[in-house]
């Protein structure tokens, strides 16, 4: 069977327990090792990582990257999961779990700066490189052998070690021959993991797996799954696609040839953007327009950089607001035209919010661009609106000013509105690495 040493690189032709060349044990082996060209890639609890790196004295600790007592857990370390903690967690859920958990505020600059230094090392391997997250991505590596004069499996093997030199993380990574295969190997084996799945064990591999293994079927279609009596993968995939369309519409026939473990999906490096949003939770719930307008326009400041950062601009905007008992409402509207400044976002956004605040109390808001626009047709102005290229050149200048001088050099008037004490935020900030009191 084809072996594969993950530190020395070596390819032992027999099976030992430990490669003869360097002693480690972490020996890569599969019928197809050396055959399967699509590599779903995963860094290992990615925000908490970064923060381990750049802080070794947290090194074998629980560390959680999140904040706030209503706040959720943004990422965990491995530590903290062995006690519990998830991503999307409630913190206090979290920390009643790991109370001995350092909590680190999330610096998202500091995670993008090393997303690119990783998808930088990926595009050396394939152009053909399709992110599907700050920390994850998958890459077709057919037909690139005579160019790296080695098989994808250990082209990969080499990735993962200048990775950890170079970044400072780990990843994981799943081989197989199509993308779906490849996500689900990626879930096997980890932290850094090479866990492969061949095309000829697909099937059989995949039938005694529940349905929710499928990326996209979450509890509720499970639920309504298992009501038809089909829980387990296997369960599916005895079914043709005639009778598949009639028991499941349209998606039926995909569905059952997803559990077989087919997916003909090519690796897309020009994926579609459909939306950019931003949100917060609140430390405690708001009810009034005037208590969310300040955390409205701040959001709206953050989602105009994401759009300039993207090239892109708003057609329109999604306001998004969960309830004090989780229930969510979304309100959308087209801009008049295509918008990335936050005057206008927030102009729009602000007339949606205050339809909706009727007294209800809310623990989450969001802002979104939807449907997003190239940026260079944006805040051209008309004569319903000949302002708007005045406010594209105010907030490029502010943007440019702030770039130099930093964040606080230059305020819009509402900027300086929303830097009051913030009610959605404790009024004495708390370090960084101190636990919020737990709910009673």
């Known amino acids: 069977m084809p072996s594969l040493c993950r530190d020395c690189f070596a390819r032992p032709e027999d099976h030992p327990r430990r490669c003869a060349a360097c002693g480690s044990a972490r020996l890569a082996r599969h019928p197809e090792l050396f055959r399967l060209p699509i590599a779903h890639v995963d860094c290992d609890a990615f925000f908490a990582s970064v923060e381990k790196r750049d802080r070794p004295e947290l090194a074998g600790r629980p560390v959680i990257v999140g904040g706030g007592q209503r706040g959720v857990v943004s990422a965990a370390c491995y530590v903290a999961r062995t006690r519990g903690v998830r991503s999307a967690m409630p913190m206090f859920k979290a ?27 990926m595009e050396e391997l394939t152009p053909l490189v399709q992110p599907m997250s700050i920390d994850e991505a998958v890459l077709d590596l057919s037909g690139t052998e005579a160019l790296h004069g080695a098989p994808p499996a250990a082209v990969l093997a080499r990735f993962a070690r200048r990775v950890e030199s170079e970044v ?3 990843v ?28 000829a064990e697909a099937a059989s591999l995949l039938a005694p797996e529940p349905v929710t293994i499928l990326p996209g079927v979450g509890p509720a279609f499970a639920a309504k799954l298992a009501g038809l009596g089909y829980a387990t993968l296997g369960q599916l995939q005895g079914l043709d696609a005639r009778e598949a369309l009639r028991r499941f519409g349209e998606e039926g026939p995909t569905l059952v040839a997803r559990a077989r473990g087919e997916d003909a999906r090519p690796v ?33 400041e953050k989602l105009a950089r994401r759009l300039a950062e993207k090239g892109f601009a708003a ?46 109390p ?9 449907p997003l626009v190239e940026a260079a047709g944006a805040d051209r102005g008309d004569l319903a609106d000949p302002e708007a290229p005045r406010r594209a050149a105010r907030w490029a200048a502010m943007e440019s000013l702030r770039a130099r001088f930093g964040e606080g050099a230059v305020l819009a008037g509402r900027g300086l509105e929303a830097r009051r004490p913030d009610p959605s935020r404790p009024a004495s900030p708390r370090p960084e690495t101190r636990r919020p009191a737990a709910r009673r």
């Not at 197989?176 to 095309?199: F, Q, S, T």
């Open 315 to 360: 057609g329109g905007v999604v306001l998004k607001l969960k309830t004090a008992r989780f229930a969510q409402r979304t309100r959308n509207i087209r801009l008049p035209g295509a918008s990335a400044v936050p005057e206008t976002l927030y102009a729009t956004a602000r007339s949606l919010l205050a339809r909706e605040a009727d007294g209800t």
């Open 362 to 370: 809310f623990r989450l808001i969001g802002i979104g661009a939807a």
């Open 95 to 121: 920390l009643q779990a790991c109370p001995d958990a350092v909590v680190i505020k999330p610096d998202f600059a500091k995670y993008v700066a090393a997303s690119r230094q990783v998808r930088a090392l």
């Open 172 to 199: 994981s990574i799943g081989l197989a021959p199509n993308r779906l295969l490849a996500k689900i190997a990626v879930e096997r084996d980890k932290p850094r993991g090479l866990a492969c799945i061949g095309a």
């Open 268 to 300: 897309n490096p020009d994926r579609e953007t459909k939306s950019i949003s931003a949100e917060t939770t609140f430390e405690r719930d708001l009810a009034t327009a005037a208590e969310m307008e300040p955390i409205l326009w701040r959001l709206c």
């Open 168 to 170: 400072g993380v780990t």
